[in-house]
């Protein structure tokens, strides 16, 4: 059994508005010559969760942490050209990753929960995981 002590918070860089689902995911993360979804969870636009990799297995989402992190993502994070990081989350999304990480927080309780730009010159997730209710 891993040791988790970090949650991790990520978006998926992509525009406003556009979708993306666990699967589409998988297949950008298989191209880039990976063994599939780097994120355990997906949290989509209308706040449906998609479980990507078991949480048994490291995930492939934060350089240096994977080993003993969980990663979820949620759709978005960049302003609708595309161009700017932004936080697009939805009231949907933004429920969501509350009931997922409050989920987590039971399940491993001493976990912390952080963005990825706090272990990566990123913008991701586009908002300060510090400041939520989590």
Not at 17 to 31: P, Q, Y
Not at 48 to 59: F, K, Q, S, Y
Not at 81 to 109: C, F, I, M, N, S
Request: hydrophobic share 35%.
């Amino acid at each position: 059994m891993r040791k988790i002590d970090k949650i991790i918070i990520h978006c998926t860089a992509t525009p406003r508005g556009r979708d993306v689902t666990a699967a589409e995911i998988d297949a950008w993360h298989r191209r880039q010559g990976w063994n599939g979804i780097g994120y355990h969870y997906v949290v989509r636009l209308d706040g449906t969760v998609e479980a990507g990799r078991p949480e048994a297995i490291a995930g492939a989402h934060c350089r240096g942490q994977n080993s003993c992190s969980i990663g979820v993502v949620y759709v978005g994070g960049l302003d609708a050209d595309g161009t700017r990081p932004e936080d697009t989350r939805t009231p949907q999304q933004k429920a969501a990753l509350k009931h997922v990480v409050g989920d987590l927080k039971r399940r491993y309780p001493h976990a912390t929960v952080h963005g990825h730009n706090e272990f990566a010159a990123k913008a991701c997730p586009c908002f300060d995981v510090g400041t939520e209710c989590f």
